[in-house]
């Protein structure tokens, strides 16, 4: 088992960035593939981005492509999610989960463990 906890979010302007965190206790956090969910008030939960065990592997959704930056430091037990040019379209909270596979997937159901979400809002 595997516990998440995200860091990071915060109030912004347009066109900021921010670097959110999710810091990983428990089983070796280098089983685990990881993505980055948020969800906007009213919204679904929409996957933002996913890396591999290894971090060798990335995705991201067409919306934040380009601008946010996945990552992970398995010594450190974290991965990042930098983002850049912030939008007031990115406010959302953002969640960090886990699934113990080698590689990330874009439906929430199947991860198996959740963060409990760091708030991030961009004004205009």
């Known amino acids: 088992q595997v516990q998440l906890v995200e860091s990071g979010g915060g109030l912004v302007q347009a066109g900021d960035s921010l670097r959110l965190s999710c810091a990983a206790s428990?089983?070796?956090?280098?089983?685990?593939?990881v993505g980055w969910f948020r969800r906007a008030p009213g919204k679904e939960r929409e996957f933002v981005a996913g890396v591999s065990r290894s971090g060798g592997s990335t995705y991201y959704a067409d919306s934040v492509k380009g601008r946010f930056t996945i990552s992970r430091d398995n010594a450190k037990n974290t991965v990042y999610l930098q983002m850049n040019s912030l939008k007031p379209g990115d406010t959302a909270v953002y969640y960090c989960?886990?699934?113990?596979?080698?590689?990330?997937?874009?439906?929430?159901?199947?991860?198996?463990?959740w963060g409990q979400g760091t708030q991030v809002t961009v004004s205009s």
């Open positions: 989960a886990a699934r113990d596979r080698v590689l990330f997937v874009i439906t929430p159901d199947d991860y198996d463990y």
């Open positions: 428990g089983r070796t956090f280098s089983s685990y593939a």
